[in-house]
């Protein structure tokens, strides 16, 4: 109903009711005066524009059951067709994506997110393992999830939480892998802002794996926590023992573990991961095949 027309229903309405009420007898109830005609058109105007509006909002209702939110806007006009009647359009959201696969576009990549806009002081981690946990998630390019890799063989766990820095890229062609210490086990899956501390040196059978350690800048339980010398010696030691031995019973897989390095030459860890992992990007569009992972 055009707002011309709205207004005008409600002129007459309220014209035709106030003989009714003024000059008509006194005890009559309103449900029993007769109305004239001028009435009886605004009633069925009113009548047609609310069954308009239930007939809408429950057509918006049932499709809702069957179809995207976002596809379905609930919003209602009528029209005037043929002998006065009124048509209800129920009208859907254009979208500049209309057209194209959905399912062909590619996941965004954890190891393409912004390394950190105060980097190399806290940098972003995405959180792979968990603190306690000898499930070794790791994060699938293809998928976009991250997903069980394999469980730990020998009998230890993960003495902090563990992931890697995204937007880096070290010697055996992964992430710099980090420990993230904090005062709970932190979700597989989320990121976390992360001080760098020092990191351990580390090679496998892929090539160089540093591992950094750091923690949770916004635990106010460690705020105090700023080099290797804040944090106790025989932690350093329990860190050290378990990537010793954490591969020791898996087959065609080695690990050399030398000492630890302190905060300043972490950070500058993090600025040539970083560095490498521009300058491949730029390069070739890519960086590497992430899938094998450790």
């Known amino acids: 109903m055009r707002p011309t027309l709205l207004r005008s229903c409600l002129a007459q309405g309220i014209r035709g009711a106030r003989p009714g009420l003024l000059g008509g007898a006194r005890g009559v109830p309103l449900s029993k005066r007769p109305l004239s005609t001028s009435s009886r058109t605004t009633l069925g105007n009113l009548r047609t524009l609310m069954t308009g509006a239930a007939v809408t909002a429950g057509m918006v209702f049932g499709l809702g059951m069957w179809t995207k939110d ?50 190399p002081e806290v940098v972003q981690a995405f959180v792979e393992v968990s603190r306690g946990s000898r499930n070794k998630y790791e994060w699938d390019e293809k998928l976009g999830h991250i997903v069980l890799d394999r469980v730990l063989h020998s009998a230890v766990f993960y003495p ?79 860190i050290t023992q378990f990537f010793e031995t954490y591969k020791t019973l898996e087959k065609n897989k080695w690990v050399k573990v030398g000492g630890w390095k302190g905060a300043t030459d972490a950070k500058l860890l993090v600025e040539a991961t970083h560095r490498t992992y521009k300058e491949i990007k730029q390069a070739d569009g890519e960086v590497f095949d992430y899938s094998n992972k450790d």
């Open 70 to 119: 976002e596809d379905i806007v609930p919003t209602m006009s009528l029209t005037s067709g043929e002998k006065g009647e009124s048509k209800v359009q129920l009208f859907t959201k254009a979208s500049a994506d209309d057209g194209q696969d959905e399912e062909n576009q590619p996941p965004r990549s954890a190891y393409s997110v912004e390394i950190g806009k105060n980097m």
């Open 160 to 238: 902090h939480n563990y992931g890697f820095v995204p937007q880096t890229l070290c010697g055996d062609g992964d992430p710099l892998d980090v420990l993230i210490m904090g005062a709970d086990p932190l979700e597989p899956g989320c990121f976390v802002d992360v001080r760098p501390i020092g990191y351990l040196v580390m090679q496998d059978e892929k090539g160089t794996d540093e591992k950094l350690l750091g923690v949770a800048a916004k635990d106010p339980r460690l705020y105090e926590v700023r080099t290797l010398r804040n944090v106790p010696e025989h932690v350093l030691r329990e």
